[in-house]
């Protein structure tokens, strides 16, 4: 267990350095830098401009050198400031962390909640009316695109006024919120992104958990279950969901790592201050610590996700041994 | 119901089946995808003919009338005196300019007419003509799904739209299945070193946050690029990031494929190694590959969607179904007004019509579900 642990972290280490370096090979191959948009102000010289650069060590056109600098520095644990917002990058995305975690705990929440119980009613009741719904409505579910629904939902806030259109939480009174109002704001406006990102995620668990359990129905300990004339609840909830449900562990964990990384579209769309939106509008101003900073964090979070799961899924199948 | 065949009868026909014929066969009992495939030919055929059935080129904008509300449900069939008359409708007059609000112009009337003139477009690429399927008199406009900002044919501008959006799944699928069938077949049949390399390639890619690895990519060329330069840039890219998952189960394939006799046979008549896996080996993949490929469509149609909607993508004036969206940012215009999200449905119905159609291809190409 412990060394299953410490070589999948291990293993961490050279994935971090072949992302963080490609990243930062793009980052150098890409035209213009972040100073780019100052030289168009006819108050800053060239001559300040290339101390600003060489100052952030963006000035070398040589890869290497450039993530030499930054190697040194986060080796150090220093991931260097933010060029547009001044401040270290840690702290901006500790910030956001909190958010993206919020929405994707929602997301998950929603999804799975639906998912299951959804999946193992149309197994059961097989090529009924329901099942044919639910099916077609999962294949909705999948292909609706998230900014299409994300903009659907924007819409339907700002129409019934319902919801808040964007943004975590109200501008104006969130300081003289007490505690709890904080909660239940913040909860008002999760209601939709969350829904957004649950539902294209329930879809597909969704028609996993029926094929799962429609399998694990055909089996034989379920026909020796019935044979000795257990109730069909107990059947369903003590031998088949338990076995059924094994293969949608490992999906759960990528999932939540698809959730903190794959959410951008609807946190763009939607205001919400979490890691994608940070990464993107980094990305598109060539914010190019902040860019680096995130992509590790990404990175690790989705290795993490996968490595949670793999846990979890140890912890409840006593067949896995984690070597 | 069928009827039982007679036990006298000939051996069933079904011997003589090309797998291909029984794929077919069994593809055409399933009504939801033999649906999808009708949707999915009639919106390539829709992009083929965009130019000819769109009654207006996509830069055509009206500049002093933005945001005209749709017109597909207010084309009269009908006269002053009630008696049933070609399709028509009515001039438009501005009534608040401010707030973009227009009424209909009821003293006059233009009829809708088929293969009138407009725009100059080459049909088909090759035969310059300006005539439309419909189209109306000037001054008046059809604006069938509304118009945009800029005074331009929403309806216009989404079979235009199509060209791009749709065409980026297709030639994306192709050069990603290329790659992914090639790198997967060598590093399965060759084995080895070549084998080890080649899969932790496919590991790194798979493990990167895909869509921020495309956003820097779209990045590192700037954006001084001509239209037809991002339109091959972002096919380029999703395929570049596309092919890994394919290789890795093309490989697992090519791993029992190679114990098969035939595979021991050419190599025993002593064929090249490159010769044995693009003849012999890639080919019994096919019937899965087709089946992914059709199922990893969407990815590339949302990719670009995502890209041009984040503003690295397709550049205004050129349509795309990503960009056209964009609009839809601004929550007033989406509010105010929602046609701008047309181009949304077209995207859901593409998505979901390849969704449902590869679903239905799968189904057919399983063996286990033989009928």
């Not at chain 2, 939801?32 to 080129?57: I, R």
């Amino acid at each position: 267990m412990k060394t299953f642990l410490l070589r999948r972290l291990l293993a961490l280490l050279p994935l971090l350095l072949a992302v963080t370096f490609i990243t930062q090979t793009l980052l150098v191959l890409a035209p213009g830098d972040y100073f780019s948009k100052l030289a168009e102000n006819p108050s800053i010289t060239a001559a300040r401009l290339e101390m600003l650069r060489a100052q952030y060590h963006i000035d070398s056109e040589n890869v290497f050198v450039r993530y030499g600098y930054w190697l040194k520095g986060a080796v150090q644990g220093d991931f260097g400031y933010s060029f547009k917002f001044q401040a270290p990058v840690w702290s901006l995305i500790a910030d956001r962390i909190v958010n993206t975690l919020i929405l994707a705990i929602g997301a998950l929440i929603i999804s799975w909640g639906l998912a299951i119980p959804l999946g193992v009613i149309s197994a059961v009741k097989k090529d009924t009316v329901f099942d044919r719904l639910a099916g077609g409505l999962s294949f909705v579910g999948l292909s609706i695109p998230s900014v299409f629904f994300s903009l659907l939902m924007v819409f339907f806030a700002q129409k019934s006024g319902l919801f808040p259109v964007g943004g975590i939480h109200n501008q104006v009174y969130w300081q003289y919120f007490t505690p709890w109002q904080k909660v239940v704001d913040t909860l008002w406006h999760l209601v939709l992104p969350a829904t957004v990102l649950g539902t294209i995620g329930m879809a597909q668990y969704m028609r996993q958990m029926r094929g799962e359990m429609i399998e694990t129905l055909s089996q034989d300990y379920i026909r020796t279950a019935r044979a000795k004339g257990l109730s069909e609840r107990k059947v369903l909830f003590g031998h088949a969901l338990g076995n059924a449900i094994n293969p949608l562990i490992t999906l759960f964990g990528f999932s939540f790592a698809y959730l903190l990384s794959g959410a951008f579209i609807t946190e763009y769309v939607f205001s919400w201050p979490g890691m994608g939106r940070l990464t993107v509008e980094a990305l598109l101003d060539k914010d190019e610590p902040l860019v680096m900073a995130s992509i590790v964090m990404l990175t690790a979070m989705l290795v993490v996700g996968s490595l949670l799961a793999d846990l979890l899924l140890a912890y409840l199948d006593p067949r896995i041994r984690l070597e | 119901m069928s009827i039982e065949p007679e036990p006298s009868a000939a051996p069933a026909p079904r011997a003589s089946r090309t797998p291909w014929q029984t794929l077919w066969l069994k593809l055409r009992k399933n009504r939801a995808a033999m649906l999808a495939l009708y949707v999915l030919v009639a919106l390539y055929m829709v992009a083929v003919f965009a130019d000819f059935l769109a009654p207006y080129h996509y830069e055509t904008l009206d500049q002093d009338r933005p945001f005209q509300a749709p017109m597909l449900l207010r084309i009269h069939i009908r006269d002053a005196s009630g008696s049933l008359t070609r399709p028509f409708i009515y001039g438009t007059r501005v009534a608040n300019p401010s707030l973009k609000l227009y009424e209909d112009d009821t003293s006059e009337t233009f009829p809708i007419r088929l293969f009138g003139r407009g725009d100059r477009h080459d049909l088909l690429w090759l035969v310059p003509t300006d005539r439309h399927l419909f189209t109306v008199d000037a001054p008046a406009r059809l604006y069938l799904f509304g118009s945009d900002q800029f005074g331009r044919d929403i309806f216009s501008r989404i079979l235009y739209g199509s060209r791009v959006s749709l065409s980026v799944g297709l030639i994306g699928i192709a050069i990603s299945t290329l790659i992914g069938m090639l790198v997967g077949g060598v590093a399965g049949y060759y084995g080895g070193a070549i084998d080890f390399l080649l899969m932790r390639v496919v590991e790194l890619i798979l493990a990167l946050p895909s869509l921020y690895l495309i956003l820097v990519l779209r990045q590192s060329f700037g954006s001084d690029l001509t239209s037809i330069q991002i339109y091959l840039l972002i096919v380029l890219i999703l395929s570049f990031i596309g092919w890994a998952s394919e290789a890795r189960v093309i490989r697992g394939m090519v791993l029992s494929l190679k114990e098969q006799e035939y595979v021991v046979a050419a190599e025993a008549l002593g064929f090249s190694r490159m010769w044995i896996v693009v003849k012999h080996i890639l080919p019994n993949t096919l019937s899965f590959v087709i089946v992914t490929a059709t199922l990893s469509v969407p990815f590339y149609i949302l990719g670009e969607v995502a890209l041009s909607y984040l503003g690295v993508g397709i550049q205004e004036p050129e349509a795309s179904w990503g960009n056209m969206l964009r609009a839809a940012q601004n929550v007033s215009y989406l509010t105010e007004y929602t046609w701008v999200i047309t181009p949304g449905f077209f995207i859901f119905a593409a998505v979901m019509a390849w969704n449902v159609f590869g679903d239905g291809l799968r189904d057919a190409a399983d063996p286990r579900t033989e009928r």
